[in-house]
């Protein structure tokens, strides 16, 4: 099967420019998540969706960040405007299911590097 | 607060030798927990995979353990070699389809 693919890999951009990430889950994976690591630190959850619904979004930093799963296939990340601290790496993930069983293994895409100038 | 740790933050051993990668958590109430590697530029490929059930997973010159009790997780890479030079990311699993992750090991083996 196709692993989880995201669009584009590297984006160069000024601040307060406005820049939009692609996902595209393993198809039939029901579960999307988006993360990011920034300046070498630890990768941090963003949100997770379920189909097209939020499930979590504790982790979006502030509201220059918005996540759409439109029609629960691919999924956006848009930041509007940029800030120099957004620069990182942001990678998506999807699962097949969840639950205390386990069976929430996420598959992670190679991510979007984000460049901040 | 959930945290996850990672021990040590680089290491760099000659070909051949076993090594350890050692990962702490804070959280007794894990759903699983997965290593990852990272090679520089690239995604994350999962490695191993322990569900809270387990204590142990083995995939080729890798096995992962998990004691829950005392919150560690251990990464054993038995004979190494150069291509195994990468960073490995520990990741705990939580309740809330959270997967919280440590600043990872960078592995580096010297042919």
């Known amino acids: 099967e196709a692993g989880v693919t995201q669009f584009p890999s590297h984006s160069v951009i000024e601040k307060g420019q406005t820049v939009t990430l692609r996902c595209d889950p393993i198809?039939?994976?029901?579960?999307l998540y988006w993360y990011r690591r920034v300046m070498g630190k630890e990768i941090k959850f963003l949100l997770h969706?379920?189909?097209?619904?939020?499930?979590?979004e504790s982790g979006m930093p502030n509201n220059r960040f918005l996540a759409e799963r439109t029609g629960g296939t691919y999924s956006t990340l848009k930041v509007q405007p940029a800030e120099l601290e957004d620069s990182g790496v942001y990678f998506c993930?999807?699962?097949?299911?969840?639950?205390?069983?386990?069976?929430?293994?996420?598959?992670f895409g190679a991510g979007s590097r984000l460049t901040v100038l | 607060k959930q945290e996850v740790t990672q021990i040590p933050a680089a290491l760099s051993v000659p070909e051949g030798e076993n090594l350890v990668l050692n990962c702490s958590f804070t959280?007794?109430?894990?759903?699983?927990l997965q290593w990852f590697r990272q090679d520089p530029g690239k995604g994350l490929t999962s490695l191993l995979l322990i569900q809270s059930s387990q204590r142990e997973q083995t995939s080729g010159r890798l096995n992962a353990s998990l004691d829950k009790s005392s919150g560690r997780s251990t990464l054993y890479i038995a004979a190494s070699q150069p291509g195994d030079s990468a960073t490995y990311l520990c990741?705990?699993?939580?309740?809330?389809?959270?997967?919280?992750f440590g600043a990872g090991t960078r592995l580096f083996v010297k042919a």
């Open positions: 198809s039939g994976h029901d579960n």
């Open positions: 959280d007794s109430a894990i759903y699983n």
């Open positions: 993930a999807s699962s097949r299911g969840g639950g205390p069983s386990g069976a929430n293994v996420l598959t």
């Open positions: 990741a705990m699993g939580t309740g809330g389809f959270k997967t919280i």
């Open positions: 969706f379920v189909k097209e619904s939020k499930q979590d």
